[in-house]
C-alpha cells in the first residue's frame, strides 16, 4: 500500500512512522511531505532514509492512503485534492472533525461510522483518552454530565513549544510559544479564546465527545490547563450517571474496554502518571472513586501519550480499518 506522512518532520508525523513500522502496516512505499523548508530531508522509515518531497510531487505520486498532520488550515485546502484522486485521508488536524459529513474516529469505540469515507478526521488528543475510558460506561448506564480538567504537556503544542521550556530551564533565550514562561508554571489556557469565556481545545472536548459517543444530550464543561511536562495529558474527570451503579461496575466495564489499562492502587503509589505513558499505546486510568458529594457520580484520573493514542496510534489504527475494508471489497 502507498502511504503519504503529511507533516513527516512534524512531533506527531514523526510518531506516525515509528507506529507504521511497529504495527508492520504493509507499507510498500513511503511518501514523505513536509513544509517547503524541509524539501529534501530525510526521516527514517523501514530502515531507509527517505527523503521528504513536495506536496505536489506527492499527489503525482497517487498515494493509496495519507495520514496528514500539517494542521488544520492546510488540511481545508488539501484534504480534498487527495480525495478526489480516490485517496483515503485520515486527518489530524481539527479541520473537519465536526463536519457532519466526516467519520470521527476512536477506533475501538465507532470504527462503524467510517463506511466508504474517503476523509476521516482524527480527534483531539484529550477528547481521544477520555472517551475510549468511559464509552463502556456511557453504553451501559449513561452519562449525563461530565466535569473535565485537563494537565496537558508541551509537545502537544509541536516542537517549538518544547523548545521553550528547554530554554527557560537552562536559562536561555529563545523563541516563546506561549505567551508566558512555561517552565516551574502552569498556563489556564489552552488554544485560543472564544467569545464564551472557554478555548477552543475545551470546546472541542464538548462538542467532540458528544459526536463519537453520539448522544448530544451530554453536558460537558471543561478547562485545558498547558503543565511543564514533555509528553503525556492527564485529565482529572468527574461523571455523573443516567442510571446508579457500584464502583466496582464501573472499574470492570472501564478495565474491559480494548486499549484501556487501569492502574488503581493508590495505597501503594500505583496510579497512572504522563512519564509511564510515554511511548506507550494505552489509554490508563487510576483513582477510580465516588463521588461523595451527590449520587451516581465517580472520579477518574485518565492519562496517555498525546504522540500516541492522542494522535499518531490513533491514525494509524484508523488506517488499519480502512486496510481491512479494502480487503474485503478486493
Known sequence: MKIAVIGATGV????????LEEFSFPVTELIAVASEKSEGKSVAFGGKNITVVSLDECLRRRPDLTLMSAGGSFSRQNAKRFTELGCTVVDNSSAWRMDPDVPLVVPEINSDVIGNSLLIANPNCSTIQMVLALAPVHRKFGIRRIVVSTYQCVSGTGNAAVEQMENERAGKDGQRVYPHPIDKNCLPQCDAFEENGYTKEEMKMVNETRKILRDDSIAITATAVRVP??????????????????????????????????IDDPRNGRYPMPLYSTGKNEVFVGRLRMDESQPNTFNAWIVADNLRKGAATNAVQIAQKILERIRQTA
Open 229 to 262: 511536562v514533555v509528553t503525556g495529558h492527564s485529565e482529572s474527570v468527574n461523571v455523573e450517571l443516567r442510571k446508579p451503579a457500584t464502583l466496582d461496575e464501573i472499574r470492570s466495564l472501564i478495565a474491559g474496554q480494548e486499549g484501556v489499562e487501569v
Open 12 to 19: 506527531v508525523g514523526r510518531e506516525m512512522l515509528k507506529v
